[in-house]
């Protein structure tokens, strides 16, 4: 039974460049999230899309972020032009509708921008 | 709005200790609960959740009821082993949300 599946699960790229990381969330979930995990500011919730409409992007830091969910099977987050502040770990996520259905995590993506 | 605090981190315990993670929220609705857990290098997992007043929700022999009198939902094991050193984050998805809000993780250190 496939996980949430992102790739690639390390990048390290030069500050300037354009970044884009990918997400293919579990079949038949309807509800998908990105998070950005650092040590300064542990755990933060970006973007999050129920049936493949953006829902919420207040987790946005800038106009340099931007996400987008193409159909039911794939998610990107693309960040252009990448800082070094930018560096971190991002998670995507997915979910059934419902109350009590829990997100289930990718094994995140090591992003590093020198 | 909503929120979830946990205990300071690390906790750092000896094997076959008892453990108690504890964890307080805040709700407007009637949240849903959820203990996760993030081994070194890896996403977070599911460890295990609670819907509802009085459930009691267990995994691996870790173990934490839903206490809607003092809106806590600690997380305790009878007897941790080497291979729980971990990072636990408590979080709740409150009613008609899909988003779920997270603790600031707590990190559990067990020697041999």
């Known amino acids: 039974d496939a996980g949430v599946i992102q790739s690639p699960r390390h990048e390290v790229t030069e500050m300037g460049q354009e970044v884009t990381l990918r997400c293919k969330p579990i079949?038949?979930?309807?509800?998908l999230f990105w998070y950005r995990q650092t040590m300064m500011r542990g755990l933060e919730l970006l973007i999050y899309?129920?049936?493949?409409?953006?829902?919420?992007d207040s987790g946005m830091p800038e106009d340099r972020f931007s996400a987008k969910m193409p159909n039911a099977s794939f998610s990107t987050l693309k960040i252009q032009p990448s800082e070094p502040r930018d560096s971190a770990v991002y998670f995507c996520?997915?979910?059934?509708?419902?109350?009590?259905?829990?997100?289930?995590f990718g094994d995140g993506t090591r992003l590093s921008i020198l | 709005g909503d929120s979830v605090t946990q205990m300071e981190g690390p906790v750092t315990l000896s094997e076959e200790a008892f453990l108690t993670i504890n964890c307080t929220y805040t709700?407007?609705?009637?949240?849903?609960l959820f203990w996760y857990v993030q081994y070194p290098g890896e996403g977070l997992q599911l460890l295990l959740k609670?819907?509802?007043?009085?459930d009691k929700g267990s995994n691996k022999g870790f173990e934490a009821t839903y206490r809607k009198e003092t809106t806590s939902f600690h997380l305790e094991k009878g007897s941790v082993q080497v291979s729980d050193s971990a990072v636990y984050f408590c979080?709740?998805?409150?009613?008609?949300?899909?988003?779920?809000?997270f603790g600031t993780g707590t990190r559990l250190l067990v020697s041999p």
């Open positions: 996520a997915s979910s059934e509708t419902g109350g009590g259905q829990p997100q289930h």
């Open positions: 079949s038949g979930h309807n509800s």
């Open positions: 899309f129920n049936n493949n409409v953006p829902i919420d």
């Open positions: 709700a407007t609705g009637y949240p849903s």
């Open positions: 609670a819907t509802k007043a009085d």
């Open positions: 979080a709740l998805k409150d009613t008609g949300f899909q988003k779920l809000v």
